[in-house]
């Protein structure tokens, strides 16, 4: 079956710099990559997704990128913020899947003010 | 927006009792889903329902059930409840064809 894998498992920055969080996923049928963020005390929070069809998605400062080949897809914040401080989650489905996400361990990120 | 909304934020229960765990969504989504989330391990999913009456087995159901017997309703049941169950468990619901899920905010059980 599919597996994820996500890292690092933590990272800390400087606000103001980049940080950029990778997944690899084992299933080529994979064609779903949502990342998720959570919060102290709150469930996970969808931020962006992608599907296989496209390379680069950007929202803002947070963008994904995915390389179908290599099988490996990245979230990058840019310009972070103390409030961007949470843990990151992504995850993978393909069709047929009847939905079912296969998540990362998650990345906590502290960003210093 | 879609809200999932969870019965407890916080619950403490005693080992054998048993345990319901509720989540309602306001969506009309086809599918639902019970996680629970440990420290290092993740998000693993305990069971899952894509319609109505209808449940198919995560990767961790020993020592739980479910119950969908409305489409906005999943109930997880921990039959009787064990310390190695306290955890934090998190719904979510999501539409049959997109595969986005939506969290609830989750509830912490612990078992004593």
């Known amino acids: 079956g599919e597996n994820v894998e996500q890292h690092p498992s933590t990272l800390s920055v400087q606000e103001g710099d980049s940080a950029v969080i990778k997944c690899t996923y084992s299933d080529s049928a994979s064609n779903y990559f949502p990342w998720y963020k959570q919060e102290l005390g709150k469930g996970p929070q969808l931020i962006i997704d992608?599907?296989?069809?496209?390379g680069e998605k950007k929202d803002q400062r947070i963008a994904v990128t995915l390389n179908k080949t290599a099988k490996h897809f990245s979230l990058h914040i840019t310009e972070t913020q103390p409030e961007d401080s949470a843990v990151y989650f992504c995850a993978a489905s393909k069709a047929g899947s009847q939905g079912n996400l296969i998540f990362g361990k998650g990345t906590k990120l502290s960003v210093k003010p | 927006d879609v809200k999932v909304t969870q019965s407890s934020r916080y619950l403490v229960k005693r080992t054998g009792e048993k345990v319901f765990l509720e989540c309602v969504q306001d969506?009309?989504?086809?599918?639902m889903f019970w996680y629970r989330q440990d420290p290092g391990l993740g998000l693993r999913l305990i069971y899952f329902s894509y319609d109505v009456k209808m449940k198919e087995k995560g990767d961790i159901p020993e020592g739980y059930s479910v119950s969908r017997e409305k489409k906005e309703r999943f109930s997880l049941i921990l039959e009787s409840a064990s310390t190695n169950q306290t955890s934090m468990y998190l719904c979510?619901?999501?539409?049959?064809?997109?595969?986005?899920?939506?969290f609830g905010p989750g509830t912490r059980l612990t078992v004593l």
């Open positions: 969506m009309d989504h086809e599918n």
């Open positions: 992608i599907r296989s069809n496209v």
């Open positions: 979510a619901s999501g539409e049959g064809h997109t595969d986005t899920q939506y």
